[in-house]
């Protein structure tokens, strides 16, 4: 992760990089996986040599050494608080009646870039060409960094 610099005033690059940031925020949050109060009442498997040579070969070993040591880092309570605030201006700002597909576009165009989704394939099936889903967002990026100014909300 990269420091934050924080500029003196709102724009619409800040107010961007602040819903592109609560969105992989919101993906680090713990989630859980079912009920609490079941439990995996199989035994470990134990493998044998034949068993860990034949994972080597096709790389399986690696695959599953790498799925267990996989490490969730979770986010701070300022983060969460970031990514509160930042996840509600869409619904805020953008709630009219109006502006529903620009805040389509602000809300996808955010969780798109912050998980480097093929942005080309996904508007192909939402049947919108790239331009005016980018004027839309850009249109809602402006619409919030505008009202932020205009209700003094502090530059964080």
């Known amino acids: 992760s990269r420091t934050r610099r924080v500029p ?10 602040r819903l592109e940031e609560a969105f992989r925020i919101l993906a680090r949050l713990p989630t859980a996986i079912g009920p609490r ?8 498997y134990l493998y044998d040599r034949g068993d860990l ?26 983060e969460i608080a970031r990514m509160e605030e930042a996840l509600r201006w869409p619904t805020l700002f953008l709630s009219a009646a109006e502006f529903h597909h620009v805040a389509r576009a602000v809300n996808l165009g955010s969780l798109w870039a912050a998980f480097d989704a093929n942005v080309d394939e996904r508007l192909k099936r939402l049947k919108i060409t790239r331009r005016a889903f980018n004027a839309r967002k850009l249109q809602g990026l402006r619409i919030i960094a505008a009202e932020l100014v205009r209700r003094r909300v502090p530059v964080r």
């Open 8 to 17: 003196e005033r709102w724009s619409f690059l800040h107010v961007m990089e």
């Open 37 to 44: 109060g079941y439990i995996n009442s199989m035994p470990v």
């Open 53 to 78: 040579n034949a994972q080597m070969e096709t790389y399986e070993l690696d695959r599953m050494a790498r799925q267990r040591n996989r490490v969730r880092i979770p986010p701070s309570p300022a």
